[in-house]
């Protein structure tokens, strides 16, 4: 696509549920990063893949947050057992690996915990 | 892992006039680029201006001009002729450039108000 897609753009769940989070980056881009931002807060750090494996996962918050690339393209953000606190809006971005050029950014999935 | 550090949470400019943003970042790194993202409301995050860390020559974008300090780890944007569509946060954003490692940290943000 033109674009880094991110899918679905607003999502609401019940506290306790398990959700996923989708990411579809420009094509060809090898880098894909993850970021939470919570409401006028700058973009947390939580995932970076460099192609399939994820080469750096230090801002994973804790073991009920995973995140995967199977084939070194589209990435999927996954969150078991819910929490208010995990309510925020989560943002992917895309950037071709090595090269000195910008990271390109989704309009992100703002997630709702009820 | 690096640290972006903005100091401003907000800030205000009179349209047509000029605004400095700050930004200083921690690292041992020696090669590195750094980047300030706008963020209207719409939440897309667009590329203002980017900086090479082994380009002594501040980066510049039309009305929008960077302040390189390398030893001093200092990074600010200065608005010129500042309009109301320049209204928005602005991010901060350090991104390594370690063998293939080219993972990005952001600032706090700024939130910049232009009053006509």
């Known amino acids: 696509g033109a674009g880094v897609s991110q899918t679905p753009s607003n999502k609401v769940t019940e506290k306790g549920k398990y959700v996923e989070l989708r990411c579809d980056p420009i094509s060809g881009h090898t880098a894909l990063y993850w970021y939470r931002q919570s409401l006028g807060q700058g973009p947390e750090f939580l995932i970076y893949f460099q192609g399939t494996g994820a080469a750096d996962d230090s801002g994973l918050p804790n073991d009920r947050f995973f995140a995967v690339r199977p084939e070194g393209s589209v990435s999927t953000l996954k969150i078991q057992r819910t929490e208010r606190g995990d309510s925020a809006v989560y943002l992917c971005?895309?950037?071709?690996?090595?090269?000195?050029?910008?990271?390109?950014f989704g309009q992100g999935t703002r997630l709702t915990v009820v | 892992a690096q640290t972006v550090t903005q100091s401003q949470p907000e800030m205000s400019v009179q349209e047509a006039e000029t605004v400095t943003l700050s930004c200083t970042y921690d690292?041992?790194?020696?090669?590195?680029?750094l980047f300030w993202y706008k963020q209207p409301p719409s939440r897309q995050m667009i590329l203002v201006i980017r900086?090479?860390?082994?380009?002594?020559q501040n980066a510049t974008e039309n009305r929008f001009s960077v302040n390189f300090q390398k030893a001093a780890k200092s990074f600010s944007l200065k608005i010129s002729d500042s309009q109301l569509g320049d209204a928005a946060m602005y991010f901060c954003?350090?991104?390594?450039?370690?063998?293939?490692?080219?993972?990005?940290?952001f600032g706090a943000g700024t939130r910049l108000t232009v009053k006509p």
């Open positions: 971005a895309s950037s071709l690996l090595g090269v000195v050029t910008e990271a390109f």
């Open positions: 690292t041992s790194e020696s090669d590195y680029y």
């Open positions: 954003a350090y991104r390594s450039d370690w063998g293939n490692n080219n993972d990005m940290r």
């Open positions: 900086q090479e860390a082994y380009k002594q």
